[in-house]
């Protein structure tokens, strides 16, 4: 089997660890950079055989890969299969002139930049390196070597931000033109030193979150921007010389393609198996030291959980999704009834097939009306 269209590689290295990050980070450790390439590039060697030739997308994110010794950044990026759309995720503080034509030669089409905010006592609270200059000094960086699709990420819901933050916020992207952007809910998990340290604030900004995304969504769009799943934002075709300026990386887990993934923390969801290589990196060293795969959770897809998953991906885009017999299993037929006179969903036909969309209205309420179109799983 050789039809895996997309690849996604991780990168943990961080200069330091970001209180509201739950990614699978690794601060510091120079002098290990090399040999987790070295590891990447076994672990490839190990899968290759699933991977379509050539891909359709790569996606290198992290951590912060471009914090990674530019050396072994670059001797990463020569040894990728090659692919039509290939993703790096950039943090504003390592951008430098070197960095961007590095990474424009080794053939990066897109670039993905953490600005998060640009408002300065916003970015102290989430522990950023970055401050406002930083993030549009490292826009104009990337575009100075030709970058022709830049994505920000930004948050929403932070520790103090206020509507007024957030109106700043887009007004600031937004005069920087990017080709995309993706505008995230900060998500605290319980526990944390940063839940710790906000908690009562992150009570009210909880509280504040459909406001937020409702002001962003509009805003957005009344920009000229596609708001194509529920949290990116695409410049319109009409407004991109015709360009489909979509994540194809992403439109392919929303879709439920299979994607192979490498590296620590990495998922792969393959021919109706899903594995999680578990995020030591000394364990993952040390197997891919012996040419062997890396310590990892396996976990096989029943048709249920498969259809269950590509309902609630599907349903963020805004395209219909056309409704095959397994889709038809998983929906509440009275549930479908009651959210379509609510307004929520549009039945709809895509050629002889139904199909689905979320309503404006079903999509700002996002997951739980397609929670409710769940059907009861048989016992
Ligand atoms: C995996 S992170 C890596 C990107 C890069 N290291 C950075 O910090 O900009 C990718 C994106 O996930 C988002 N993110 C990280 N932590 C988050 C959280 N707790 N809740 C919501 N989004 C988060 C941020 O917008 C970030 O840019
Ligand atoms: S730089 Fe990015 S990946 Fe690293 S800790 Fe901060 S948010 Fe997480």
């Given at each position: 089997?050789?039809?895996?269209?997309?690849?996604?590689?991780h990168?943990?290295f961080?200069v330091?660890?970001?209180?509201y990050?739950?990614?699978?980070?690794?601060?510091?450790?120079?002098?290990?950079?090399g040999?987790?390439?070295?590891?990447?590039?076994?672990?490839?060697?190990?899968?290759?055989?699933?991977?379509?030739?050539p891909?359709?997308?790569?996606?290198?994110?992290g951590?912060?890969p471009t914090?990674?010794?530019?050396?072994?950044?670059?001797?990463?990026l020569?040894?990728?299969?090659?692919?039509?759309?290939v993703?790096?995720e950039?943090?504003p503080?390592?951008v430098?002139?070197?960095?961007?034509?590095?990474?424009?030669?080794?053939?990066?089409?897109r670039?993905s930049?953490?600005?998060?905010s640009?408002?300065?006592?916003?970015?102290?609270v989430?522990e950023?390196?970055?401050?406002?200059?930083?993030v549009?000094?490292?826009?104009?960086?990337?575009?100075?070597?030709?970058f022709?699709?830049?994505?920000?990420?930004?948050?929403?819901?932070?520790p103090?931000?206020?509507?007024?933050?957030?109106?700043?916020?887009?007004?600031?992207?937004?005069?920087?033109?990017?080709?995309?952007?993706?505008y995230?809910?900060?998500?605290?998990?319980?526990?944390?030193?940063f839940?710790?340290?906000?908690?009562?604030?992150?009570?009210?900004?909880?509280?504040?979150?459909?406001?937020?995304f409702?002001?962003?969504?509009?805003?957005?769009?009344?920009?000229?921007?596609?708001?194509y799943?529920?949290?990116?934002?695409?410049?319109?075709?009409?407004?991109?010389?015709?360009?489909?300026?979509?994540s194809?990386?992403?439109?392919?887990?929303?879709?439920?393609?299979?994607?192979?993934?490498?590296?620590?923390g990495?998922?792969?969801?393959?021919g109706?198996?899903?594995w999680?290589?578990?995020p030591?990196?000394?364990g993952?060293?040390a197997?891919?030291?012996?040419?062997?795969?890396?310590?990892?959770?396996?976990?096989?897809?029943?048709?249920?959980?498969?259809?269950?998953?590509r309902?609630?991906?599907?349903?963020?885009?805004?395209?219909?999704?056309?409704?095959?017999?397994?889709?038809?299993?998983?929906?509440?037929?009275?549930?479908?009834?009651r959210?379509?006179?609510?307004?929520?969903?549009?039945?709809?036909?895509?050629?002889?097939?139904?199909?689905?969309?979320?309503?404006?209205?079903?999509?700002?309420?996002?997951?739980?009306?397609?929670?409710?179109?769940?059907?009861?799983?048989p016992?």
């Open positions: 089997m050789s039809n895996v269209q997309h690849l996604y590689v990168l943990p961080c330091h660890r970001c209180g990050c739950d990614f699978v980070t690794v601060v510091g450790r120079a002098g290990e950079h040999s987790y390439v070295d590891a990447l590039l076994a672990e490839l060697e190990l899968e290759k055989n699933v991977l379509a030739a891909l359709e997308t790569v996606f290198v994110g951590g912060t914090f990674t010794e530019l050396g072994e950044l670059r001797r990463l020569d040894a990728l299969p090659p692919a039509s759309e993703t790096v950039a943090n503080e390592t430098t002139g070197e960095l961007a034509s590095l990474l424009e030669e080794a053939g990066v089409t670039i930049l953490g600005a998060q640009f408002q300065p006592q916003l970015l102290d989430l950023r390196q970055a401050g406002p200059d930083a549009r000094r490292a826009f104009h960086t990337l575009r100075d070597v030709e022709d699709n830049i994505s920000l990420d930004l948050l929403y819901g932070i103090g931000q206020s509507p007024a933050d957030l109106d700043a916020d887009l007004a600031e992207a937004l005069a920087l033109a990017p080709e995309h952007l993706s995230y809910e900060l998500e605290a998990k319980p526990g944390t030193r839940t710790h340290a906000h908690g009562d604030e992150l009570g009210r900004q909880a509280e504040a979150m459909e406001g937020y409702e002001q962003a969504v509009e805003t957005l769009t009344g920009a000229g921007y596609r708001w799943e529920t949290a990116n934002f695409c410049l319109a075709p009409d407004r991109a010389g015709g360009r489909d300026l979509r194809h990386h992403n439109l392919g887990y929303w879709r439920a393609s299979d994607y192979l993934g490498v590296g620590i990495a998922v792969s969801t393959v109706g198996v899903r999680r290589n578990l030591s990196l000394r993952y060293l197997a891919l030291g012996e040419g062997v795969a890396p310590p990892r959770e396996v976990e096989p897809l029943d048709d249920d959980t498969r259809a269950r998953e309902l609630l991906l599907g349903l963020r885009l805004d395209e219909p999704l056309p409704l095959d017999a397994g889709l038809a299993e998983v929906i509440d037929r009275s549930a479908r009834e959210l379509t006179r609510g307004g929520l969903i549009e039945p709809g036909h895509i050629g002889a097939a139904d199909s689905l969309a979320l309503t404006k209205r079903g999509r700002f309420l996002g997951g739980g009306v397609t929670v409710e179109l769940f059907a009861d799983v016992e």
